[in-house]
């Protein structure tokens, strides 16, 4: 789940990094006045789950509470890598010294949680990291003792020269650590880090993705979602329990489990077609959910036909069956279904299905041979 910059910010100042204040806005009027409280020279910046914000036009300096209004009416509706902005963030504007980045990243390789820091901030990490891999410095944390006071510090005298400053920054580095075990994050990133004339080390910028599986023991970090941004389906998908990604192909994909859903497209894409999704229905034996999950694949209309691929263990079959049949029922879908069905109650299922005029097969090479060959494609 990603979380917006002011969220990120207050997750920050929560954990005493120090970060400038900033007021969040969804119209021009409130920009204005937040403006006026500031006194002097503001950042507006649009509050959207993308990159590039700055690129797009979507950060704007403003010298006046006037100007800040002017600016807020042009962010306030414009769209970023076609996502809305509803909100901005309004803060002061600092005068800046120098830029780096710190951020900390959930490696899957070491299995540890690698913090990385450049005195090249302020620019896309991926950029640095493809043109001047030299200038980042990495550190993979050992979980039995976490972010230690002299690692902190070892990595801070790699982006300051100024002793107070390398000890500001290696106290910023333990408190972005500690947000980020808090927060159940997969990734935490200040950019820039920056310092002022009087040499103080502030976070201007942040961001924060949330790792789905740490929700549902983190109900105020899950309470900070904002669907604005997110495909329809996916929010249907998410409140039936069901896990959906939209692909860009024309195979609906049903499936139980990630493993079958990973190998299921890896055969669309072995026979030469291409799946429209990844719709996992769980492990869970409910017809509700096959339901569902056809409601949300023929909502899709680049779907031309639904393939379905179902290894029943918990999942029982014949629920799987009733779930395909009643789905037909209430919902119109001008797509052909093929069907694989086979393991528990399999031969429920497929009486299930004869009686209700679809045929299933239990071989699931046949299963998505068919169904790329009525998608179009194929080999």
Known sequence: MNIHEYQAREILTAHGVPV????????????ERAAQQFGSTVVVKAQV?????????????????AEAKDVAGKIIGMRIKDLPVEKVLVAPAEDIASEAYVGMILDRASKRVVVMVSREGGVDIEEVAATNPDAIRKLAVDPRYGLLPFQAYALAVTLYDDLKQQRACAKILQ?????????GASLAE?????TTPDGEVKALDAKFNIDDNELFRRPKIEALRDTAGEPEAEIQAREAGLTFIKLDGNIGACVNGAGLAMATMDLIKFYGGE?????????????????NALRIITADPNVKVICFNIFGGITRCDDVANGIVTATQ?????????????????????????????????????VVQKAVELAGAGK
Do not use: C, W
């Not at 789950?49 to 509470?65: D, E, I, N, Q």
């Not at 408190?175 to 927060?183: K, M, P």
């Not at 200040?190 to 920056?194: D, E, F």
């Open 20 to 31: 400038p204040g900033g007021t969040v806005a969804s119209t021009p009027e409130e920009v």
């Open 175 to 183: 408190q972005l650590y500690a947000a980020f075990l808090s927060s």
């Open 330 to 366: 209430r919902i119109k879908i001008d797509v052909p279904i093929v069907i694989r069905l086979t393991g528990t109650n399999e031969k429920e299922a497929l009486e299930i299905l004869k009686n209700a005029g679809f045929s299933a097969t239990t071989s699931m090479d046949e």
């Open 275 to 291: 799946p429209a999704n990844f719709l996992d229905i769980g492990g869970s034996s409910n017809p509700e959910k096959v339901v």
């Open 190 to 194: 200040i950019n820039p880090l920056v």
């Open 49 to 65: 789950h993308a990159g590039g914000r700055g690129k797009a036009g979507g950060v704007k300096l403003a010298k006046s509470p």
